[in-house]
């Protein structure tokens, strides 16, 4: 009789379209021999989800942000969690850990938590003691109680163990080494001399603003934005107070898997992240890892986990400036250099060799290996 495979229940709170780290971990698990289920929730403004090889349950909810938002889907996935029959839990961000640890508890299961980022210094929670504690309170007392947990970087692993004494593995946002594409997957956007390329969050600090008027100073560019967001309304009302429609293009949320035949249309992608708090400052978005695999060089902010893996590499620039006709300029030259600009691409085509999810998802495999399920 074969042994029966350990079930896996992972939970996150977006709604699975664009999160291309839940799906890679739960791929990974999938194809190792686990049953694999994805939880997460469901907006009205949803796109349908690809077919998956592992099983998947978007929950629709009454409330989309806020206290109740919050409240409410720890709930259900408390009450789901509890009925549902698992070996191992996967808790993906401080949201969804309070109800995974509680259910782990009186069930007696595994717990496995993966931090995508440093939660309780995100800009949101700047600002807002009173939530900001509230999360900090959560953390604080579930973390030093966790025996498998694992992180986006180094210097996020490093902040945890500092705070908690726990020390956390790291499992960085990697494509796959299958998604490094060939021109031949490119489409066609408005003819321009360039393309600068932003996708992911459309959230305060995310540097939009600052390169929206900076296209004010950039002849023969256009700038496409990827993505859905807080802030969306106000980018696009200011893209036409300043009249640059023509200039800029909003896409939208994008399936992931949909994504590569945009990105690798580009010339540039940026990563202008505002130093706001911790999270921001220690960040290594998973975006700097798309463009790579697209082939295309790198502009980004001068922190310290972007900037070490720049310039490792070679695929792009750094700059510190936050004056839009300043990082114009930077652009230009940039753009202007070919030598330059064609080491820098060349580099991305060899960085990603390494830079790819088959080296990355070993940690993975051997954490859940080492649990054992009766």
């Given at each position: 009789m074969d042994k029966r495979k350990p079930k896996i229940i992972i939970s996150v709170i977006n709604d699975l379209v664009t999160d291309q780290r839940v799906h890679k971990v739960a791929q990974t698990l999938h194809?190792?021999?686990?049953?694999?289920?994805?939880?997460?929730?469901?907006?009205?403004?949803?796109?349908?989800?690809?077919?998956?090889?592992?099983?998947?349950?978007?929950?629709?909810?009454?409330?989309?942000?806020?206290?109740?938002?919050?409240?409410?889907?720890?709930?259900?996935?408390?009450?789901?969690?509890?009925?549902?029959?698992?070996?191992i839990a996967l808790s993906n961000d401080l949201d969804t850990l309070l109800a995974n640890f509680l259910v782990s508890k009186i069930k007696r299961k595994h717990l496995v938590y993966d931090s995508h980022e440093i939660f309780t210094e995100v800009p949101e929670l700047i600002n807002r003691s009173f939530q900001k504690n509230f999360w900090k309170r959560i953390e604080k007392s579930i973390l030093p109680k966790l025996k498998y947990t694992y992180t986006v970087n180094h210097s996020v692993a490093n902040y945890y163990n500092s705070e908690y004494g726990i020390k956390m593995q790291v499992v960085r946002n990697l494509p796959k080494s299958a998604n490094s594409f060939s021109e031949t997957d490119k489409i066609s956007f408005e003819k321009r001399t360039k393309t600068i390329v932003y996708q992911g969050?459309?959230?305060?600090?995310?540097?939009?603003?600052?390169?929206?008027?900076?296209?004010?100073?950039?002849?023969?560019?256009?700038?496409?934005?990827?993505?859905?967001?807080?802030?969306?309304?106000?980018?696009?009302?200011?893209?036409?107070?300043?009249?640059?429609?023509?200039?800029?293009?909003?896409?939208?949320?994008?399936?992931?898997?949909?994504?590569?035949?945009?990105?690798?249309?580009?010339?540039?992608?940026?990563?202008?992240?505002?130093?706001?708090?911790?999270?921001?400052?220690?960040?290594?978005?998973?975006?700097?890892?798309?463009?790579?695999?697209?082939?295309?060089?790198?502009?980004?902010?001068?922190?310290?986990?972007?900037?070490?893996l720049i310039n490792k590499y070679k695929i792009g620039i750094v700059t510190k400036t936050r004056n839009a006709k300043e990082l114009a300029n930077v652009i230009t030259h940039f753009f202007s250099n070919d030598n330059k600009y064609k080491v820098c691409k060349n580099n991305t085509l060899i960085a990603r060799k390494e830079l790819c999810w088959e080296n990355e998802e070993k940690i993975i495999i051997d954490m859940f290996n080492s649990l054992k399920v009766n």
């Open positions: 194809m190792q021999g686990y049953d694999v289920l994805l939880v997460g929730r469901l907006l009205k403004e949803s796109l349908s989800l690809s077919k998956r090889d592992y099983q998947t349950k978007r929950m629709s909810l009454i409330f989309t942000k806020g206290l109740f938002f919050y409240a409410e889907i720890n709930i259900r996935l408390f009450l789901y969690l509890l009925f549902y029959k698992f070996d969050a459309l959230n305060i600090g995310r540097g939009l603003k600052l390169i929206i008027n900076a296209m004010q100073y950039l002849e023969k560019v256009q700038l496409v934005i990827i993505g859905d967001g807080d802030i969306k309304n106000e980018l696009v009302n200011m893209v036409y107070d300043l009249k640059l429609s023509d200039k800029i293009k909003f896409l939208g949320k994008i399936p992931f898997n949909e994504l590569k035949s945009f990105t690798v249309k580009a010339d540039l992608g940026i990563s202008l992240e505002d130093n706001l708090g911790l999270n921001y400052y220690f960040a290594l978005p998973n975006k700097i890892f798309d463009y790579i695999h697209a082939g295309i060089p790198v502009l980004a902010s001068d922190l310290p986990e972007i900037a070490n």
